[in-house]
Protein backbone atom coordinates (compact mmCIF):
# COMPACT_ATOMS: atom_id res chain seq x y z
CA UNK A 1 0.00 0.00 0.00
CA UNK A 2 2.59 2.59 0.76
CA UNK A 3 3.92 1.95 -3.26
CA UNK A 4 1.03 3.08 -4.39
CA UNK A 5 0.76 6.33 -2.44
CA UNK A 6 3.87 6.96 -3.43
CA UNK A 7 3.60 6.54 -6.75
CA UNK A 8 0.66 8.75 -6.89
CA UNK A 9 2.52 11.17 -5.24
CA UNK A 10 4.76 10.94 -7.88
CA UNK A 11 2.52 10.64 -10.46
CA UNK A 12 1.05 14.50 -8.60
CA UNK A 13 4.47 15.74 -8.46
CA UNK A 14 4.84 15.00 -12.60
CA UNK A 15 1.52 17.34 -12.91
CA UNK A 16 2.62 20.00 -10.77
CA UNK A 17 6.59 20.56 -11.30
CA UNK A 18 7.10 18.08 -14.16
CA UNK A 19 10.97 19.60 -14.83
CA UNK A 20 11.94 18.46 -11.47
CA UNK A 21 10.02 15.26 -11.15
CA UNK A 22 12.44 12.61 -12.68
CA UNK A 23 15.42 14.30 -11.48
CA UNK A 24 13.92 13.66 -8.26
CA UNK A 25 12.92 9.85 -8.52
CA UNK A 26 16.01 9.33 -9.85
CA UNK A 27 18.03 10.78 -6.90
CA UNK A 28 15.24 8.54 -4.66
CA UNK A 29 16.79 6.00 -5.72
CA UNK A 30 14.12 4.76 -9.28
CA UNK A 31 14.71 3.30 -12.21
CA UNK A 32 15.42 4.48 -15.41
CA UNK A 33 12.08 2.88 -16.66
CA UNK A 34 10.26 3.40 -13.96
CA UNK A 35 10.87 6.82 -13.77
CA UNK A 36 9.93 7.01 -17.21
CA UNK A 37 7.01 5.32 -16.90
CA UNK A 38 6.00 7.24 -13.86
CA UNK A 39 6.60 10.80 -14.62
CA UNK A 40 5.08 10.14 -18.05
CA UNK A 41 1.69 9.08 -16.47
CA UNK A 42 1.70 12.16 -14.37
CA UNK A 43 1.79 14.32 -17.35
CA UNK A 44 -0.60 12.23 -19.04
CA UNK A 45 -2.82 12.88 -16.32
CA UNK A 46 -2.22 16.45 -16.11
CA UNK A 47 -2.70 17.03 -19.82
CA UNK A 48 -6.24 15.06 -19.43
CA UNK A 49 -7.45 17.82 -16.61
CA UNK A 50 -6.23 20.43 -17.79
CA UNK A 51 -6.53 20.01 -21.64
CA UNK A 52 -10.52 19.41 -21.62
CA UNK A 53 -11.08 20.70 -18.01
CA UNK A 54 -8.91 23.80 -17.94
CA UNK A 55 -11.36 26.75 -19.57
CA UNK A 56 -13.71 25.58 -17.12
CA UNK A 57 -11.31 25.57 -14.23
CA UNK A 58 -10.25 29.18 -14.82
CA UNK A 59 -13.77 30.56 -15.00
CA UNK A 60 -14.82 28.96 -11.88
CA UNK A 61 -11.63 30.32 -10.00
CA UNK A 62 -12.33 33.72 -11.06
CA UNK A 63 -15.70 33.80 -10.17
CA UNK A 64 -15.22 31.88 -6.73
CA UNK A 65 -12.37 35.22 -6.71
CA UNK A 66 -14.65 37.88 -7.77
CA UNK A 67 -12.96 38.75 -11.10
CA UNK A 68 -15.04 40.15 -13.64
CA UNK A 69 -14.30 39.45 -17.41
CA UNK A 70 -13.09 42.82 -19.51
CA UNK A 71 -15.74 44.82 -21.07
CA UNK A 72 -12.60 44.66 -23.95
CA UNK A 73 -9.37 42.58 -24.84
CA UNK A 74 -6.79 44.22 -23.35
CA UNK A 75 -3.28 43.56 -23.90
CA UNK A 76 -0.51 42.80 -21.05
CA UNK A 77 3.33 42.08 -21.99
CA UNK A 78 2.74 38.75 -20.92
CA UNK A 79 -0.12 38.65 -23.75
CA UNK A 80 1.50 39.95 -26.14
CA UNK A 81 4.81 37.32 -25.57
CA UNK A 82 2.42 34.31 -25.97
CA UNK A 83 0.65 35.88 -29.20
CA UNK A 84 4.10 36.06 -30.61
CA UNK A 85 5.38 32.68 -29.79
CA UNK A 86 2.63 31.71 -31.07
CA UNK A 87 2.84 33.28 -34.38
CA UNK A 88 6.57 32.33 -34.51
CA UNK A 89 6.38 28.52 -33.31
CA UNK A 90 2.79 27.27 -33.50
CA UNK A 91 1.70 24.26 -32.49
CA UNK A 92 5.12 22.30 -32.74
CA UNK A 93 7.06 25.71 -30.75
CA UNK A 94 4.12 24.57 -27.88
CA UNK A 95 4.69 20.38 -27.83
CA UNK A 96 9.04 21.58 -27.95
CA UNK A 97 8.73 23.70 -24.55
CA UNK A 98 5.94 22.18 -22.81
CA UNK A 99 8.53 19.97 -20.88
CA UNK A 100 10.15 23.38 -19.48
CA UNK A 101 6.87 25.10 -18.48
CA UNK A 102 4.76 23.26 -16.43
CA UNK A 103 1.82 20.26 -17.57
CA UNK A 104 -0.81 22.77 -16.34
CA UNK A 105 0.14 25.61 -18.42
CA UNK A 106 0.72 23.85 -21.84
CA UNK A 107 -2.18 21.76 -21.60
CA UNK A 108 -4.48 24.87 -21.47
CA UNK A 109 -2.95 27.16 -23.77
CA UNK A 110 -2.93 23.81 -25.89
CA UNK A 111 -6.88 23.90 -24.74
CA UNK A 112 -7.24 27.71 -25.79
CA UNK A 113 -5.79 27.47 -29.19
CA UNK A 114 -5.44 24.15 -30.62
CA UNK A 115 -8.65 22.52 -28.75
CA UNK A 116 -10.44 21.72 -32.45
CA UNK A 117 -7.17 19.83 -32.92
CA UNK A 118 -8.38 15.99 -31.96
CA UNK A 119 -4.54 14.97 -32.06
CA UNK A 120 -3.47 17.62 -29.72
CA UNK A 121 -3.84 16.42 -26.38
CA UNK A 122 -2.13 12.78 -27.78
CA UNK A 123 0.66 15.29 -29.28
CA UNK A 124 1.14 16.96 -25.59
CA UNK A 125 1.21 13.48 -24.21
CA UNK A 126 3.49 12.70 -26.78
CA UNK A 127 5.70 15.34 -26.31
CA UNK A 128 5.97 14.89 -22.48
CA UNK A 129 7.07 11.40 -22.78
CA UNK A 130 9.90 12.51 -25.07
CA UNK A 131 10.78 15.24 -22.49
CA UNK A 132 10.70 12.82 -19.49
CA UNK A 133 13.04 10.29 -21.57
CA UNK A 134 15.74 13.40 -21.65
CA UNK A 135 14.95 14.54 -18.15
CA UNK A 136 15.51 10.81 -16.84
CA UNK A 137 18.38 10.66 -18.94
CA UNK A 138 20.33 13.84 -18.19
CA UNK A 139 19.66 12.77 -14.62
CA UNK A 140 21.24 9.31 -14.91
CA UNK A 141 24.07 11.04 -16.81
CA UNK A 142 24.62 13.59 -13.75
CA UNK A 143 24.94 10.63 -11.32
CA UNK A 144 27.28 8.57 -13.10
CA UNK A 145 29.81 11.34 -13.40
CA UNK A 146 29.06 12.68 -9.38
Do not use: C, H, N
Not at 64 to 77: D, N, Q, V
Not at 117 to 130: K, T
Request: aromatic share 18%; net charge positive.
Amino acid sequence: MPEVIEIALWVLGAVVKFVVTPSLMIARGWGFWATVGVSSMGAAFGVGVFFYFGKWILKKWAAFKGEKEPKRPFFTPQRRRVVRFRRLFGMWGLLAVSGLISVPISAVLAAKYYQKDERMPWMLIGAFVVWSLILSTLSFWAIEIG
